[in-house]
């Protein structure tokens, strides 16, 4: 099937790098294509070193920004790049250096996809982190930021928008015509697993899938079913007499399953923002007996720091942290002994390759298969 359009790439400022990784494997994709198709190279745009197209969002000294695209997009197929969770990203306010919050990452991207419209054939959004995306359903007076998102960025004219382990995707039903796809990531965590400690074992009697609250459940369930492992999950008791910052607090964690026992454990979220709860978790399984702890969260927000999660890991609490590289990481996180990168860049270019030839991203989206491969090799004697 032909390219819609030439590519362009805009990583916006919060997400530079992780574009520029998906820029080499797309370049690398190409080249590999051509070699058994190279038709493909009559096609405009279709192979190029870079396909970035240049834009600046720079912020006048009021607060106040502008984003100019440097670079002729007509007929361009776009696809937008935004990490909101980059906090390490500043610009000057009154004199003062002011850090970018979620909310200016994501002014910056209506502006981008303003200065876009009218010219792009077709403009498409990638935000792994979905922008206010834990606020997925209202409870009294609540604002529902996210839900306001999706039907603004439909009504700006963004095509197809794309985002990693949505915390509840039902929030897509808020703009049901527009294209929304929220993306697993169990494939690339289960490798990356396997690539780290190639002699971990999995097994019913061996292994056990935690889900630390209700909210998890379904993702865990996923882990469960397509390993094979037994479930347990935690929900939390809450004391709803009580409201402390728009919440009734957690009184206790009830752990609901078998017994974890001298089993290692992979306990699965969507993501960790302070850390607290996942730690206080571990330490629970770890007083009844449990053995490996393996934390798995699409998106490492380590809003605290990391100073808990060293002192777990020496204390033997947990053994390791998988996390994604679809949002911004410190230096300080992926030299962390216990810390085990998952690369999502391959995969981001493989789904902009298959979305620009109008291709079906159904089978990339569904890791069934492609995890059920894994498990055989890993399960070879001599594998890596």
Sequence with gaps: MPALGPI???????????SNCVNDYLVRRRAEYLETAPEAEDSIGFLRDDYHIPVNTFRFSSGEGKAVIENTIRGHDLYLLCDVTNYTVTYNLRGFENRMSPDDHYQDLKRVILAASGKARRINVIMPYLYEGRQHRRNARESL??????????NLGVSNFITFDAHDDRVANAAPT?????VPITYQVLKALFNRLPDFNISTENTMVVSPDEGAIYRTMYYASILGLPLGTFYKRRDYTVMKNGRNPIIAHEFLG???EGKDLLVIDDMISSGES???LSRTLKERGAGKIFCIATFGLFTDGLDQFNQAYEDGIINNVLCTNLIYRSPELLAAPWYIDVNMAKFVALLIDAMNHNASISTLIDP??????LLERHSQPGSD
């Design 178 to 182: 527009s294209g929304f796809e929220n």
């Design 258 to 260: 078998d017994s974890v």
């Design 145 to 154: 930021d996210c839900a306001n998102m999706l039907v603004e960025l439909n």
């Design 278 to 280: 996942m730690i206080e």
């Design 368 to 373: 069934t298969v492609k995890i059920n491969k």
């Design 8 to 18: 362009g790439l805009i990583g916006l400022k919060g997400a530079r790098e992780f």
